[in-house]
């Protein structure tokens, strides 16, 4: 198997720890998901969207606590989606991984929303 080469958003170095420190939070988070392996990246893709989808005013996303159903409900359809995509995957960290996946990004969405709300 070959290794592909990779064009990373900032060169194929890590940003020098001084201008680390003049870059805001929400771009540092972006800038270090180019280290996520490519299924995840892919799995990240998928997540985002569909959160994209929940970022509207009365949003289960945005309720004070959100609802572990519609959280599994939503992370399932994901995997369903993953699955249809590829012959064969390994089913044991696909769910587990999509449910942190998605608590993430929603939990950063909704400090933003709050940030924004100030």
């Given at each position: ?68 159903v519609t959280m599994e409900r939503m992370a399932s359809g994901?995997?369903?989606h993953y699955c249809r995509q590829r012959d064969r995957v ?10 942190i996946m998605l608590c993430n990004e929603m939990n950063c ?10």
């Amino acid at each position: 198997m070959r290794n592909k080469r990779v064009n990373y958003p900032k060169g194929n170095a890590m940003v020098f720890p001084l201008e680390l420190a003049q870059i805001p939070e929400e771009e540092k988070v972006r800038d270090l998901k180019y280290l996520y392996p490519l299924e995840v990246t892919e799995l990240n893709g998928m997540v985002m969207d569909v959160c994209d989808q929940m970022e509207y005013d009365g949003s289960p996303m945005y309720d004070q606590y959100p609802d572990k159903v519609t959280m599994e409900r939503m992370a399932s359809g994901i995997c369903c989606h993953y699955c249809r995509q590829r012959d064969r995957v390994d089913q044991k960290w696909l769910r587990p991984m999509v449910e942190i996946m998605l608590c993430n990004e929603m939990n950063c969405r909704r400090e933003r929303r709050c940030r924004h709300n100030r």
